[in-house]
């Protein structure tokens, strides 16, 4: 069930979302730059020794991390089809599939290119975040960075993925900081370049979600990280919940 690793050598193959500093060949600029920052954006969760589940690997700089970190296993997961991306259906902006699955293609490059040249042993499995099959296994840890805020089912998605965690269970998003049960929606019919955000929740609407999960939260930290596109630093709140 497991993607078969890619031999890939030529950068002009790829395209960075993490920046990534790779044996012999230094530093590749991406798009965000969490460099030095793993244990900030999983809230300090210990990862030796136990099984990660990275959700949305993109470029897999978490998956390898925590690898380095000694992980006893890291699957690294990502979507198995451009379709299965939710971007905001705007009207009159027609979703251009070739050219959005190139860029895809380019993305999942980049993680093998990285997974070469770091040697990793992490498994790579492509498919739905709405229906994760209980066949990937069990986790202690599972990793949701950056990308329930981009989906337009979140609840669906984190029932998914809460299936598969036995121990803590890491949420990195923005948040509302309230203990009210909300959501905000972003996308505004005024602005349709931003296609690919579509929820914020507050911290107690994501409480008592994971509450009914079977999850408490144990743990919430804000923390800022460098957005290598736009030069700046931008907050994200990292949610560390732990299997009740």
């Not at 890619?6 to 012999?24: A, E, G, Q, S």
């Not at 229906?131 to 599972?142: I, S, T």
């Not at 409480?207 to 804000?222: A, N, V, Y």
Request: glycine share 6%; proline share 4%; net charge negative.
């Amino acid at each position: 069930m497991f993607a078969k690793p890619r031999y890939i050598d030529n950068l002009d193959d790829c395209y960075f979302y993490h920046t990534m500093d790779l044996p012999t060949i230094g530093v590749q600029k991406g798009h965000w730059d969490l460099r030095g920052r793993f244990d900030d954006y999983v809230g300090g969760v210990e990862v030796a020794g136990k099984s990660v589940l990275d959700i949305g690997t993109a470029t897999g700089f978490l998956s390898f991390e925590a690898e380095a970190r000694g992980s006893a296993r890291v699957v690294s997961f990502d979507m198995s089809d451009v379709s299965q991306q939710d971007l905001v259906p705007f009207h009159g902006r027609p979703y251009i599939r070739e050219s959005h699955d190139a860029w895809v293609t380019k993305w999942k490059n980049a993680y093998w290119f990285c997974h070469r040249l770091l040697n990793s042993k992490s498994e790579v499995y492509y498919g739905d975040i709405y229906n994760l099959p209980q066949d990937l296994g069990r986790f202690d840890v599972a990793i949701v960075g950056a990308v329930l805020e981009h989906l337009v089912d979140p609840v669906s998605a984190l029932i998914s993925i809460a299936r598969l965690v036995t121990e803590r269970l890491v949420v990195v998003t923005p948040v509302i900081d309230t203990e009210e049960r909300i959501a905000h929606f972003a996308p505004r019919a005024d602005n349709p370049e931003q296609n690919y955000t579509w929820w914020g929740y507050s911290i107690g609407l994501y409480r008592e979600l994971l509450k009914i999960l079977g999850f408490d939260i144990e743990k919430i930290s804000h923390s800022n990280y460098y957005h290598e596109f736009a030069g700046r630093l931008e907050e994200r709140a990292t949610l560390v919940a732990v299997r009740i």
